[in-house]
């Protein structure tokens, strides 16, 4: 029977002051790193730093356990680099096309065999002297398009001379002969594969079946799968104990980790890593690793910016010690005699890029053939922005550890108390606790596509932007400027996503799977790899669903215009029968204001029959542009359309019946198509109601989360994740006093039906690549062509500014 362990004896102790034990230096050595994330949690990363390259992903320890080996699997420039773990640096780092996680030492540590990704092949590195050379590769298939996808892989060259290798598109365990680099078998394993460990007696090839909750045992003699064991939700990361005798494998959206018993196949117990006992998904347990005696388990967990520490000497008995804060978003954890070993996938920071995406040396840029990926970027892509890093952290003893501890609920924001109660004021339109009443009883939440702060807004003397960045100011998007200058202009709300496959999940569900979190880059960096997001491919979906689901649960009812829903059909199974069919989904050649009426037609239709959902989704997605496709329209035209949309949509709803029981929220998926000074993170968002403030600044540091989790307490609804639990609520742009105005849209300033010239660099450069999905074209060459065409010239080289150096200002509320 499955036991669950929960941390409430931790819980308890951490009640503690932080100078517990008088460890001084520990607290001030934690607090000299201390750094603030746009997401509103916190980091103090403990340890000694090595920078890594874009997003490692595996980190794996020779059997001499003189080397580490790590891949680094991003956006930009993919590299596998060697380590040094005595030295803590690198002797080594070589850039690879196109990888993705798997890696293996052989048995005399002297070959690499490393995933090649789409490339659909296994590289073979020689290993000598600490430097790296490329010897051999091992074909499964063609490249990309072909599906294959290779994950987790891992070599038997003593035995019988086999590797083995998982698969993420074609799902599936290929057993491969050494010798003769042949394909042997492919065995099904019925959804994505993660990763693959031999046992110590090489008898045994455990898989995690990523896209199920189960782990698969193959028996290397039988040639065939003898076990099927039921673990949680995204199986990933396995360990095993010395004598093979106990397994653990990290469930990245169940926030635990089930322990095996090998000899039986049966999960004896799981282990529960998050912060809080029964939290909802948002930790993301992604790394397991063993300590040297086997006692202990480190288990990493990607969202909660940590590390869980359990004894677990006495399998079955297995308790709760405490956690480490290390960096952000880590990947892998690894134990070498006393020392811990982690990979922060995103670094130690967020960072603003107010060089990029608008390049100041354009022509260069634009000149470049796509193809290069290994050529260095300088434009400030957010995609490419955050290098890793390779933690090396002293195992703690109990007092160190109990610091540790207080030191990661310290840096988080969410905790079991805010799933029901949230910050706020009394009376404020915005409740404080899940149930309570509001004034207002429609919300409509609408979706635009990829703009920063600066981008949009940054004309706008008020708030805190910079003009030199600001792309679509005023004249551009009128509606959006009076929107804020009527109601409320937030300059310092932040997307929780990087680009639009993790973003409209975080839009619609507060979270982004490891799955998203982890293969989004690869298909961006233009190294295959499908899309993912948006109820595309299973897998990706949240383990509780999406803001429909929410709504389901708790009898809200809810409509969708566009958002999940592809030519009048739901991409997931909440929407189904609440899509609005005659509503034209993604898709740049039809206007936002045909969508205004599309949408209005509807909208009339449910009033006169009083079937108004409380919750509707919209998608206004033209302010995306198609850069300067040869006849299309203008980037300038496009987003002008999509203000225009905006302004007719605010204005239809303030003038109709139920106005005075409505708040409007719109925000950017994701901000990844423009400069912003303060971090690349930070995009526009408006709230528009009765009960919004009138010509008000808020200066509140906001989230997509945080917008998520005010509309759940509009409409009764408990928190998804743990994000929008722990995320600021919008009740201070909120006041009791309505004002039932109306909102007067004003028509656009530039001609709609601009057209990009039909021939010049810029018009061919466009026209190879697809534009009939969001982000299909790779963004380094969509913004290059962008800036390029809409300036005509360089751009002046704004000042840049450290996410933390910037002080959001007091409302006078505060």
């Not at 909750?213 to 039921?230: C, M, N, P, S």
């Not at 409320?488 to 409209?504: K, R, W």
């Amino acid at each position: 029977m499955k036991k669950i362990k929960v941390l409430l004896p931790v819980i308890c102790f951490l009640g503690l002051p932080s100078l517990l034990f008088g460890q001084h230096k520990i607290v001030q050595e934690l607090e000299s790193h201390k750094v603030g994330l746009p997401n509103g949690w916190t980091l103090t990363p403990t340890g000694t730093q090595l920078q890594l390259g874009d997003l490692p992903l595996n980190l794996i320890i020779s059997h001499h356990k003189k080397l580490a080996a790590v891949t680094n699997n991003g956006q930009s420039t993919q590299t596998i680099e060697l380590i040094d773990i005595a030295q803590k640096k690198k002797t080594d780092s070589i850039v690879i096309a196109k990888s993705w996680y798997g890696m293996a030492f052989s048995s005399k540590d002297d070959l690499l065999y490393v995933s090649g990704g789409h490339d659909n092949m296994v590289k073979t590195y020689a290993v000598n002297q600490g430097k790296l050379s490329l010897q051999d590769s091992i074909v499964l298939g063609k490249p990309w398009p072909n599906k294959i996808g290779i994950a987790g892989l891992d070599v038997d060259d003593k035995v019988r001379k086999e590797l083995y290798v998982v698969t993420r598109e074609d799902k599936k365990l290929y057993v491969i002969d050494l010798q003769s680099k042949a394909v042997k078998s492919k065995i099904e394993l019925g959804a994505e594969g993660y990763t693959c460990k031999l046992s110590p007696d090489l008898k045994y090839l455990y898989i995690s079946v990523w896209g199920a909750k189960k782990l698969l045992v193959w028996d290397t003699a039988a040639k065939k799968i003898v076990k099927e064991i039921h673990v949680g939700s995204h199986p990933n990361e396995i360990t095993l104990s010395k004598n093979g005798k106990w397994l653990y494998v990290a469930n990245a959206n169940d926030n635990s980790v089930s322990v095996i018993n090998t000899r039986d196949g049966k999960v004896i117990e799981t282990l529960n890593a998050a912060l809080y006992p029964n939290s909802p998904s948002g930790s993301t347990s992604n790394g397991v690793a063993l300590s040297e005696d086997g006692k202990n388990l480190y288990i990493a967990n990607a969202d909660n910016n940590c590390l869980a520490v359990f004894d677990v000497s006495n399998p079955g008995k297995s308790f709760s010690k405490g956690f480490i804060p290390v960096g952000w978003y880590p990947t892998n954890v690894k134990v070498v005699n006393k020392e811990i070993l982690v990979t922060n996938g995103k670094g130690l920071s967020s960072r603003a890029n107010p060089q990029g995406p608008n390049p100041t040396d354009k022509k260069e840029k634009v000149d470049r053939h796509l193809g290069d990926m290994n050529k260095p970027k300088e434009i400030q892509y957010i995609a490419g922005l955050f290098k890793g890093t390779l933690s090396f952290i002293g195992i703690p003893d109990q007092a160190r550890l109990a610091v540790y501890s207080h030191a990661v609920y310290q840096n988080t924001p969410y905790s079991k108390d805010k799933e029901l109660h949230a910050e706020g004021e009394s009376g404020n339109p915005i409740p404080m606790k899940v149930g309570d009443p509001s004034p207002i009883k429609y919300v409509f939440y609408v979706v635009k596509e990829n703009r920063t702060y600066d981008q949009v807004l940054g004309d706008l003397p008020q708030g805190n932007g910079d003009p030199n960045l600001c792309l679509f100011g005023e004249k551009i998007t009128p509606n959006q400027h009076k929107i804020v200058k009527d109601f409320v202009l937030l300059d310092n709300f932040y997307v929780d996503a990087e680009v639009s496959a993790d973003g409209h999940n975080w839009s619609m569900g507060a979270y982004a799977t490891d799955y998203l979190e982890k293969t989004w880059p690869s298909s961006y960096g233009g190294r295959g790899g499908s899309y993912g997001g948006e109820g595309e491919r299973e897998i990706a979906n949240n383990r509780d669903g999406f803001i429909w689901d929410n709504a389901k649960r708790h009898q809200v009812t809810y409509r969708t215009y566009g958002e999940f829903a592809d030519k009048g059909k739901p991409t997931v199974k909440s929407l189904e029968g609440h899509v609005a069919k005659d509503y034209t989904g993604y898709d740049l050649s039809v206007a936002d204001t045909t969508r205004v009426r599309q949408w209005k037609a509807d909208f009339d239709q449910l009033i006169k029959e009083g079937k108004l959902p409380q919750l509707t989704t919209i998608r206004f997605g033209n302010d995306h542009t198609e850069g300067m496709r040869a006849g299309k329209k203008t980037p300038y035209a496009h987003v002008a359309d999509n203000d225009l949309a905006v302004g007719m949509f605010v204005d239809y709803i303030s003038k109709s019946p139920i106005w005075k029981e409505c708040a409007i929220f719109i925000l950017e998926d994701d901000a990844q198509n423009g400069p912003d000074h303060v971090d690349a993170h930070r995009s526009t968002a408006y709230l528009i109601s009765p009960f919004v403030k009138r010509k008000y600044v808020d200066h509140t540091m906001y989230s997509t989360s945080g917008m998520l989790r005010t509309i759940e307490l509009i409409l009764g609804m408990k928190p998804m994740t743990q994000f929008d639990a722990a995320a600021i609520p919008m009740w201070r742009s909120f006041t009791s006093k309505a004002d039932y105005t109306s909102f007067n849209h004003v028509p656009a300033n530039i001609d709609l039906n601009e057209r990009n010239p039909t021939s010049g660099k810029l018009a061919e450069l466009s026209s190879k690549f697809d534009w009939s999905k969001e982000d299909a074209v790779p963004d380094l060459v969509f913004n290059e062509i962008l800036w390029q065409g809409l300036k005509g010239e360089s751009a002046p080289t704004p000042t840049r500014a450290a996410f933390l150096k910037i002080s959001a200002k007091k409302d006078k509320d505060d």
